[in-house]
């Protein structure tokens, strides 16, 4: 079962522009890891937040995380068409290494 | 390219028939898993072996077998599926922290099966 939810759904967005997507979830976490996925593809690992943190960057991506509303964000600057992919969120407990995923965000990049 | 392999890209079944599937990753990692995911959905947990033992069993059918002969190798054995199962299949690893789920995980580029 999906321990989030991703918002939005879809995302179409112009070359250059910021594209910001959203993640909550249920219960307690470990960490939060964001992945993206290609057309086709396997996941790729982003990021990753432990539950500690509060905002992380890595590029052209930054992530944050509020434990007390349980959410976290992704966001792309000066995106490109290469961008276009499925974003998700997964989460982790404290037992088993054992994650779950939002239900993504589907981001397109138009030239 | 990536770091973790995964035979065939492809899969065409029927119902009686038996196939596997194989991961291979040479990173040095301990924990190994399987996930299956349908078009335009998250993918979802099956099987989470530690140190070539299997951990995790998300009350997955018994016609879906795993087999991890070694920590570089993961097998998942197919036999009997139903149209339902068909999907794509990811193997992924990761290092392995005694189960605590702080490492990144590592994904093949999946098996697409399709279950006539």
């Known amino acids: 079962s999906q321990q989030g939810e991703e918002d939005p759904q879809a995302l179409s967005i112009q070359e250059g522009e910021n594209a910001t997507m959203n993640c909550s979830y249920k219960t307690s976490i470990n960490n939060l890891q964001w992945y993206r996925q290609n057309s086709g593809r396997g996941l790729v690992h982003l990021i990753l937040i432990r539950s500690n943190e509060r905002e992380k960057h890595s590029g052209r991506l930054r992530v944050t995380l509020d434990t007390s509303k349980k959410s976290s964000s992704l966001l792309i600057t000066a995106s490109r068409a290469a961008d276009t992919a499925s974003y998700f969120c997964a989460t982790s407990r404290a037992a088993g290494n054992k994650l779950t995923f939002g239900g993504g965000t589907r981001v397109l990049v138009k030239p | 390219d990536t770091e973790v392999t995964q035979t065939p890209k492809h899969l065409v079944m029927g119902m009686t028939n038996k196939k596997s599937l194989k991961c291979e990753q040479h990173m040095g990692h301990r924990a190994m898993y399987w996930y299956k995911q349908k078009a335009k959905k998250p993918p979802e947990l099956m099987f989470v072996?530690?140190?070539?033992?299997?951990?995790i069993n998300e009350s997955v059918p018994s016609r879906f077998s795993p087999e991890c002969p070694n920590s570089s190798l993961l097998n998942l054995h197919l036999h009997a599926l139903q149209p339902e199962d068909s999907a794509l299949y990811l193997c992924?690893?990761?290092?392995?922290?005694?189960?605590?789920?702080?490492?990144?995980?590592?994904f093949g580029d999946g098996t697409r099966l399709s279950i006539l």
């Open positions: 992924a690893s990761s290092q392995d922290e005694g189960g605590r789920g702080n490492q990144p995980q590592h």
């Open positions: 072996y530690s140190y070539e033992k299997l951990s």
